[in-house]
């Protein structure tokens, strides 16, 4: 797993995490629980840290994309059409 890969599981984890997030904060104000509620607020809190880490991942993703670039288009310079 390079540098890319971490960088668009930790950034699709951030997207269903939030819109998870905000589901089940809008059912625990719904049902007046406050279990769902807090627990609501620590996959908040997750979602968030998980954000961080998808965005100090970001330079090594686009590192990754830029050399694999490079080659594909070294690859496609060589075959004769």
């Known amino acids: 797993m390079n540098g ?5 599981i ?3 984890i951030t997207i269903v995490g939030a819109g ?6 809008i059912f625990a104000l719904v049902q007046n629980s406050k279990e769902l509620k807090r627990t609501a607020l620590w996959f908040a ?12 991942t970001g ?8 050399a694999g670039s490079k080659n594909r288009t ?3 310079k060589n ?3």
Not at 4 to 8: E, M
Not at 59 to 66: L, N
């Open 4 to 8: 890319a890969h971490l960088h668009l």
């Open 10 to 12: 930790l950034s699709h």
């Open 20 to 25: 998870f997030t905000m589901l089940l904060l």
């Open 45 to 56: 809190v997750i979602t968030g840290i998980t954000s961080l880490a998808a965005y100090f």
């Open 59 to 66: 330079d090594s993703a686009i590192y990754c994309h830029s």
């Open 74 to 76: 070294d690859r496609w």
């Open 79 to 81: 075959k004769a059409y």
